[in-house]
């Protein structure tokens, strides 16, 4: 078991103190990070006293410390999962060698673009989601939005501390770049498209850290299968937070549901008459749902990719839980896709490595579907009829195979006129945002809760709902 130092300025378990050169590199990084933190980070209540857990060390049981502390002063620290001995590559054409403990020269660009992609989704979510605190519906939710962002700083910690240790100057100046580009921004915006996307509302929030953070797992579970081992072992740790933040988003809609559903059994499932109650209609948390999942869905890039299958042949990155497959090279058999020919749906058969992207999202959506399950759940326990869906993976997308192809959320093509006439069931209008955005107040009394959403079950560690989870 690795030891945690916590007493330098940089706690970790990676001996960084007895690498002085990464030490200087990172300690000289770490101002520009709180410089980035002081401006992109919530706005607001940086002075405040925040209930935090902090990472201290990777064992299951006590990684995590709890206590108030303020958001700058938080200690971002540089934990990788224990090294297993004897780890070997888990998939591709070098499948069963030595996992690398170091970057292999051929694949130090494909590298370090992963890591680079990975580690720019971490400070634009926290940019995306900068102004949230001041309209949180409670305490509770103010506390577990800024755990949500304390981490994401911390899972940039992670990435720049790979680049910093493996990709020499280049690295270096990825790290800088990561603090300079900003969610949004028409001049630098950050790489992928969702972490551009505003997230104004706390609807939004629910759903990003619902959808979002969900394919960051996935993504980290498939990094987690890299044969280049200290990404490996970085992705298993945030792992471990990166829970917390899909706890954060289902249970965030699951109470908002709860609220729509009791205010559906007092006055009737009318939309107009739910929102006169000031909560949110059922059929506006299924528009935020559509938008926000297929959304998330590209992320998973292309359906058929010939950079999925490199890095898969590869060993940069391999599979959701790689072990549980039979077959870790796939050079043989092939992966069914729909696939939009001549205006119509067929199928096509693809081969194995060039459909790993699409592997991935099949686990993807159907973790997701598993969550959308749970939040029926409540409306069945309220004694309701309605329930919530997930649209079809062809429905709305900008990326890939269905790119700019009208679907409905059914996964049927249609035709232009039908999608501009059904759009706006579908899709949040400018009135739905206004109307989510009008019931943003915030609530920060202790105990006390936003007319759209229910109180959680239980508090954070124990702590009771009334706990005050953010003082000033
Ligand atoms: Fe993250
Ligand atoms: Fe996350």
Redesign the pocket.
């Known amino acids: 078991m690795s030891v945690a130092d916590l007493s330098g300025r940089i706690p970790n378990n990676v001996n960084l103190k007895d690498d002085k050169r990464l030490l200087r590199a990172l300690e000289s990084w770490q101002p520009k990070y709180i410089d980035w933190w002081m401006e992109m980070g919530p706005d607001g209540f940086q002075a405040d006293q925040i209930y935090l857990r902090t990472a201290i060390s990777v064992d299951r049981d006590g990684w995590a410390q709890f206590g108030h502390v303020k958001m700058p002063e938080y200690r971002w620290g540089i934990f990788l999962a224990d090294r297993e001995d004897g780890r070997k590559i888990p998939c591709g054409d070098h499948y069963g060698k030595d996992a690398w403990q170091d970057v292999p020269g051929e694949h130090r660009n494909a590298l370090r673009r992963m890591i680079v992609t990975q580690g720019d989704t971490e400070p634009a979510?926290v940019e995306q989601q900068r102004r949230l605190g001041q309209t949180a519906p409670s305490l509770y939710d103010l506390r577990n939005l800024f755990q949500?962002n304390v981490?994401?700083g911390r899972?940039l910690w992670a990435m720049v501390y790979l680049l910093h240790s493996y990709f020499g100057r280049d690295g270096r100046e990825e790290a800088e770049d990561l603090l300079v580009r900003r969610s949004g921004n028409a001049d630098k915006p950050r790489i992928l498209t969702t972490f551009n996307d505003p997230c104004e509302d706390w609807l939004s929030f629910f759903m990003f850290?619902t959808f979002t953070?969900r394919d960051?797992k996935f993504q980290l579970h498939a990094l987690a299968e890299s044969g280049f081992d200290p990404l490996s072992r970085t992705c298993r740790f945030m792992l471990t937070?990166?829970s917390h933040?899909m706890f954060v988003g289902e249970t965030g809609i699951q109470r908002v549901v709860k609220r729509c559903a009791e205010v559906m059994n007092k006055v009737g499932p009318e939309p107009d008459r739910v929102r006169a109650e000031g909560a949110i209609d059922l059929p506006t948390i299924q528009k935020y749902l559509n938008m926000w999942y297929t959304s998330s869905l590209d992320l998973f890039g292309g359906e058929k990719s010939s950079n999925a299958a490199s890095y898969f042949a590869e060993g940069l990155k391999g599979r959701f839980m790689e072990s549980k497959y039979d077959d870790h090279v796939c050079v043989d058999g092939h992966y069914d896709m729909t696939v939009v020919q001549d205006d119509r749906l067929v199928q096509e058969q693809i081969p194995l490595r060039i459909a790993m992207n699409e592997i991935l999202r099949d686990g993807y959506v159907s973790d997701c579907e598993n969550t959308v399950e749970r939040w029926n759940k409540v409306l069945e326990r309220e004694g309701r009829e309605e329930r919530l869906y997930l649209p079809n993976r062809r429905f709305n997308r900008r990326v890939g195979e269905y790119a700019n192809i009208r679907f409905d959320p059914q996964g049927n093509l249609i035709s232009e006129h039908e999608w501009t006439s059904k759009r706006d069931q579908w899709l949040p209008t400018t009135a739905d945002f206004a109307y989510v955005k009008s019931l943003m107040h915030p609530v920060v009394e202790p105990g006390k809760i936003a007319s759209w959403i229910a109180p959680p079950q239980k508090g954070i560690n124990n702590q009771p709902f009334e706990f005050e989870y953010v003082r000033k």
């Open positions: 979510s949500v981490e994401e899972h850290t953070d960051g937070e990166e933040h």
